[in-house]
């Protein structure tokens, strides 16, 4: 099984895995992600909650296995300030 290694950011309240827009389009989830997700530019940061736990699934499905790099933060994540996910928008 191959396994890809992601950069997950964290702060005191919640956390994000950071993913290539691309890639979500290819795994055909890209339409299950919520808006408690964000994204800036090429990049989408996946809520922990659930729309982590949909992408790991579908790379699951196509045997990889996800690890991820801690980025730890005690303040509020600037994250906070991308825009919230949609499908057709990248900003």
Excluded at 31 to 60: G, P, W
Excluded at 65 to 88: A, C, F, H, P
Aim: proline content about 1%.
């Amino acid at each position: 099984m191959k396994t890809l290694t992601f950069d997950m950011y964290s702060d005191p309240g919640h956390g994000w895995l950071k993913v290539k827009r691309d890639l979500l389009t290819k795994l055909g989830i890209n339409t299950q992600i919520s808006s408690y997700s964000y994204q800036r530019h090429e990049n989408v940061y996946l809520e922990e909650d659930c729309d982590m736990s949909t992408f790991i699934d579908a790379m699951k499905e196509i045997g990889v296995t996800v690890k991820y790099r801690e980025k730890l933060t005690d303040k509020s994540s600037k994250i906070r300030s991308y825009n919230r996910y949609t499908n057709s928008t990248i900003s």
